[in-house]
Each structure stands twice: as C-alpha cells, then as structure tokens.
C-alpha cells in the first residue's frame, strides 16, 4: 500500500521576497566569490521551490504568529552559522504556497516583523 502524497501546491515568490533575496543576493557577491554566490543564490531559490511538496514541513514563525495567515519557514543552512529563513504561509483552497522573505538569521529577528 502506497503512503499517501502531500498535494503539490503552487510555489509564488510575492514582490517584497524578491526584493530581499535580491538584497541578499547582493550580499552574497560582495562576500564570496562569483562562483560560490551564484552556488547559494541558487541553492536558496532551488530550497523555496521545494515547498510545492510537503509545504506544512516548516516550523511555524512564532514573530508572526498575529497574522490571519499561520506564517511557517524553512531555513536554508548557508554557513554553520549563518541560515537563510525562507519564510511564506499557504492558502489550502488555492493550492498556493506564498513566499514572504527570505531573512538572513543574522539579522536581528524583531525584523521580521516589518518585513512581513
């Protein structure tokens, strides 16, 4: 008997998560070489796009648990101590998956907050 499948949702980066993986991005080029950010940089989107299975596998975002959405993230491991929240909520009905941020964990969290 086969176990049954998590729904496939659809992943959507919204405008103000481009802005900040973009900002990270640039982050990343001015501490790495070439190479190695664009390596991240990819890695980092590639992580996101994972949420269209097992969307429900991140830990609630306990800075955002006011909002109306239950606001979840994943972390992307960029160094041993440095991570990458990938934080979005998910609309069952729509079958949609919508990325908010992408928040270096090196970052004072409080900042979440406004971002979101």
């Not at 990343?28 to 996101?48: F, Q, V």
């Not at 648990?65 to 990458?84: C, D, G, P, Q």
């Amino acid at each position: 008997m086969e176990e049954p499948k998590e729904s496939q949702y659809e992943v959507i980066i919204t405008d103000p998560a481009e802005i900040s993986f973009y900002e990270l991005i640039d982050y990343l080029y001015d501490h790495y070489s070439l190479d190695k950010a664009e390596k991240i940089a990819n890695e980092i989107r590639d992580s996101a796009k994972t949420l269209k299975y097992y969307a429900r596998r991140g830990a609630l975002e306990p800075r955002l648990r006011h909002r109306k959405e239950n606001y979840r993230f994943i972390l992307y491991n960029r160094t041993k101590r440095a991570e990458v929240k990938i934080i979005y909520f998910i609309l069952e009905q729509e079958g949609k998956v919508f990325v908010t941020d992408f928040f270096p964990t090196e970052k004072e969290d409080r900042g979440i907050k406004k971002r979101n």
